[in-house]
C-alpha cells in the first residue's frame, strides 16, 4: 500500500484523481493541500474518512506549503499535481507563471526532500517550452523544471481538451463537451480519444500510471520518465483500469 499526497485537488481533474485515491484499496493514506476544503461531490466526509486522509487547508500561496509538505507523516510516496489555473483567473501571465510554474516546482522540490519517489504531473497537450503559445510554453516550462529535479519516475499526462463538468465555467467548455459527445458517437476511438478525454478517464490514468511506477510495474517502471498523451491517457484510464470494483 501507498502514501499519496494531492495539489490541485479542488479543481477539475484534481477532484477525480481524490476520489479516485479515496476509494483505492492500495492507497493507505493520502495528504490533501489545498486552498479550500475536498469538494462535496468526492465523497469525502472528515467523519467517515479521518484515518485515511489529511487536510492542510491554507489561503496563503501554495508556494509557501512546503514546509508540510516535508513534515508530512508519512511520507507520501506518490504526489500528484493538477494544478492549473488560467491567465483570466490568476490575473494574469505572470501570476499564472507563479502559480503553475513556480508553486509547482517549489512542491515538487519540498516532496523530493521528503522521500517521495513518484510524481505525477497533470499537464497539457501541445505543451512545448518553446512554443510561440503562452499557454502551451509555460506548460512546457513546467515539464522541463519537474523533469529537472529528478524524481526516481515521474509521470506526465498531456490530455487534450478536457470534457466535463467544471465548477467554475469557461466559456468554451459547454462547446468541448457537445463536440465530446458528437464525436463518440461518430467515431469513438479514432475521433473523440485523440483529441478529447473525459475528467474520469483523465483521474483514472494519472492513478493507475503513478501506482503501477511506485510498485514497479509496466512501462512506467521501465524508465525515469513517462508521458501519457491521448490514446495513452484512454488505454490507463478505461481499458487498462485496475481499480477496486
Avoid: C
Wanted: aromatic fraction near 8%.
Amino acid at each position: 500500500m501507498a502514501n499519496a499526497a494531492i495539489v490541485g485537488g479542488t479543481g477539475l481533474v484534481g477532484s477525480h484523481i481524490f476520489t479516485t485515491l479515496l476509494n483505492l484499496s492500495s492507497i493507505s493514506h493520502i495528504d490533501f493541500l489545498a486552498r479550500r476544503p475536498p469538494p462535496s461531490d468526492t465523497g469525502y466526509t472528515p467523519e467517515s474518512h479521518n484515518s485515511k486522509v489529511s487536510t492542510f487547508i491554507s489561503s496563503d500561496p501554495p508556494a509557501t506549503w512546503t514546509s508540510h509538505i516535508r513534515s508530512a507523516s508519512p511520507t507520501p510516496e506518490i504526489f500528484f499535481s493538477s494544478i492549473a489555473t488560467t491567465r483570466a483567473l490568476a490575473g494574469g501571465l505572470a501570476a499564472q507563471y507563479a502559480l503553475e510554474h513556480d508553486a509547482n516546482v517549489e512542491l515538487a522540490r519540498a516532496a523530493k526532500e521528503a522521500g517521495t519517489k513518484v510524481y505525477v504531473l497533470i499537464s497539457s497537450g501541445g505543451a512545448n517550452s518553446e512554443s510561440i503559445m503562452p499557454y502551451l510554453k509555460l506548460k512546457g516550462k513546467v515539464e522541463e523544471s519537474i523533469r529537472a529535479i529528478g524524481f526516481e519516475r515521474t509521470v506526465i499526462l498531456r490530455p487534450g481538451m478536457i470534457a466535463g463538468q467544471r465548477k467554475v465555467a469557461r466559456i468554451e467548455q459547454p462547446v468541448v463537451n457537445g463536440l465530446a459527445a458528437l464525436t463518440g458517437f461518430v467515431s469513438k476511438r479514432w475521433l473523440r480519444d485523440w483529441w478529447t478525454q473525459d475528467v474520469l478517464e483523465i483521474a483514472r490514468a494519472a492513478v493507475n500510471a503513478g501506482v503501477r511506477a511506485w510498485e514497479g510495474k509496466g512501462e512506467e517502471a521501465d524508465q525515469a520518465v513517462t508521458i501519457l498523451e491521448g490514446w495513452d491517457i484512454v488505454r490507463l484510464g478505461r481499458t487498462e483500469w485496475k481499480g477496486d470494483p
